[in-house]
């Protein structure tokens, strides 16, 4: 059994996979993590932690106590490279890339083998562009929906999250929480027909993951919304 594990600065994602299937998942708000997080999963015999982070080093640390604690091992940490099969990266220092964007990039690659946008809807938006010979054409890094919002509602702060099913609507608001929230659904409608354009128009496969994946996805009418793209590479990144 292998725990997978996908940490962001929002959500740490993971997954147990046995044979290839993911036999459990589950998601833990990343300021809410602690050491006992993971004791639920200390009845299974788990191999091999393979865990892709950009939650920072503490979460790394932790992640390393835990995993000694409850199974006597040492867990993996996936690694942005500047060459993983035919994806080359396009950092000068691959370092400085999130592991997050480098992951998704090879899975959705590696399932596509021809031109990928690969888009990823988390607390930050990033949508990489990947030739069809493997090449990384570079990307954008965007403030994610929560964040847009945020950034504007900072001394609003009854509006809360909850509030946010109206992200579904785009019409001009009538109050500045709307017109706020609708203006960020807005924005990532504008996104997404982009996005969706460009990939028509360059022959592109889409491959869209991320907590706002879902809606991004409706939104753009097109390509592939793959919840756990990110987890996909974790063993070959990680191996390799
Ligand atoms: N219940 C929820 N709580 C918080 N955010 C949610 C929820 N449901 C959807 N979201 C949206 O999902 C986004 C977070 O997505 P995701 O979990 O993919 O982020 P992340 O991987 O932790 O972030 P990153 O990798 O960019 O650091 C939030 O910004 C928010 O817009
Ligand atoms: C942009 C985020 C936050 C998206 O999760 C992550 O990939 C990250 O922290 N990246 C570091 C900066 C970069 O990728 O250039
Ligand atoms: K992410």
């Not at 833990?28 to 393979?50: K, M, N």
């Not at 399932?111 to 938006?125: F, M, T």
């Not at 847009?148 to 509030?163: G, H, I, W, Y």
Request: charged letters at 20%.
């Amino acid at each position: 059994m292998i725990l997978e594990i996908d940490a962001g600065n929002t959500f740490i994602k993971w997954r147990l996979v046995c044979n290839n299937t993911a036999v459990q998942s589950g998601a833990v708000r990343t300021p809410l993590f602690e050491p006992g997080s993971f004791d639920t999963l200390a009845e299974y015999a788990i191999q091999q932690v393979l865990a892709g982070s950009v939650a920072g080093v503490e979460f790394e640390r932790a992640l390393v106590d835990v995993c000694e604690r409850l199974w006597s091992l040492t867990p993996l940490f996936a690694r942005t490279q500047s060459l993983c099969g035919r994806v080359k990266n396009s950092y000068a220092d691959p370092s400085k890339m999130g592991v997050d964007r480098w992951l998704a990039m090879v899975a959705a690659y590696d399932r596509a083998e021809c031109q990928v946008i690969v888009v990823d809807c988390g607390s930050a938006i990033t949508i990489d562009f990947v030739s069809k010979d493997g090449q990384h054409d570079g990307g954008y890094i965007i403030p994610g929906l929560r964040l847009m919002q945020e950034s504007l509602l900072r001394n609003t702060a009854q509006v809360r999250f909850d509030e946010s099913v109206s992200n579904l609507l785009y019409v001009p608001g009538t109050n500045t929480a709307e017109a706020v929230m609708h203006g960020a659904a807005f924005t990532l409608n504008g996104l997404a027909l982009s996005i969706r354009q460009k990939a028509d128009a360059e022959g592109a496969q889409l491959f869209i993951t991320g907590g706002d994946g879902a809606l991004f996805h409706k939104m753009a009418g097109a390509g592939q919304y793959l919840p756990d793209l990110v987890l996909e590479a974790l063993p070959k990144v990680c191996l390799s």
